[in-house]
């Protein structure tokens, strides 16, 4: 199992920037992607971001221009730069490990942005 972490979430006004971090601990070496998942208000959670063991990065397509995900291996952690924030870009965003026995989620962290 892999424990997560999530920081770096607050209120931000349009057109700003964040940078949010996932801390993982536990079976790192067991974890064959780490994802970026938002959830808005009254809306299903939806996938944003996957990053691989391997390096690979994928985004959903609306946020593609604006998103990226990276990772710090020596820190074990997963990184979600947010550019250009627009209102709808709040949510509270959650970090998920997926290993081949499991599927972690972290508590989430919210990002508000004002227009």
């Known amino acids: 199992q892999v424990q997560l972490v999530e920081s770096g979430g607050g209120l931000v006004q349009a057109g700003g920037s964040l940078r949010l971090s996932c801390a993982a601990s536990?079976?790192?070496?067991?974890?064959?992607?780490m994802s970026w998942y938002r959830q808005a208000p009254g809306k299903q959670r939806e996938w944003v971001a996957t990053?691989?063991?391997?390096?690979?990065?994928y985004y959903k397509n609306s946020v593609q221009a604006r998103f990226t995900i990276s990772r710090d291996n020596a820190n074990n952690t997963v990184y979600l730069q947010i550019d250009s924030l627009k209102p709808e870009d709040t949510a509270v965003y959650s970090c998920?490990?997926?290993?081949?026995?499991?599927?972690?989620w972290g508590q989430g962290t919210q990002v508000t942005v004002s227009s």
């Open positions: 998920n490990a997926e290993g081949s026995s499991f599927n972690s």
């Open positions: 536990g079976s790192i070496l067991s974890v064959n992607a």
């Open positions: 990053i691989t063991r391997g390096g690979t990065a």
